[in-house]
């Protein structure tokens, strides 16, 4: 079983749509947790950080379930600028060893 | 504040020879990682300093590859002799130590692009 498992896409939306992206992972002794995007030949860049209380960032919103080993991601009002690969990233252990899975690709057209 | 940088962007290189790759991270960030994309796949940790020490190198591939950080600055990757599986494209990534030995968040470079023919 792959580390973390993610829905490789591409998810193809429309400007102003609301869009989820979900993952699951592996690791259960992960504490910590990050969703990062990564724009075509460009390096990955924090999004946000994924609390088990649920935060909210602007129009993204990201929830983890430890007991389900689950996290999701969800982008309202998709902007042109939104496209791009969304990855969910937990944290190995105490190391702080990023595990990237493949990602999921959003295009979001007008 | 200046972000991670890593030269060179770009390497082409023949099997057989050797390439260095320098990271130079954020100011004050006591942990540094490299990472790795081969083509196809997904980015996998190779290892991580924290100042000049080696703190982990579970990810490191095979003994070809050495990684030094000495002074606790900048950083080298040095890959000798380069395989053609090397290919791809090398990260670094660096972050502070936060309250409780914890690590913060890690900001990356914009990557080394490596080709062996």
Known sequence: RKEVEQDPGPFNVPEGATVAFNCTYSNSASQSFFWYRQDCRKEPKLLMSVYSSGNEDGRFTAQLNRASQYISLLIRDSKLSDSAT????PVRGSQGNLIFGKGTKLSVKP | EAGVTQFPSHSVIEKGQTVTLRCDPISGHDNL?????VMGKEIKFLLHFVKESKQDES?????RFLAERTGGTYSTLKVQPAELEDSGVYFC????????????????????????L
């Open chain 1, 86 to 89: 969304y990855l969910c990233v």
């Open chain 2, 33 to 37: 990682y490299w990472y790795r994309r």
């Open chain 2, 59 to 63: 990810g490191m591939p095979n003994n």
């Open chain 2, 93 to 116: 990534a660096s972050s502070r130590t936060g309250g409780a030995g914890l690590r913060e968040t890690q900001y990356f470079g914009p990557g080394t692009r490596l080709l062996v």
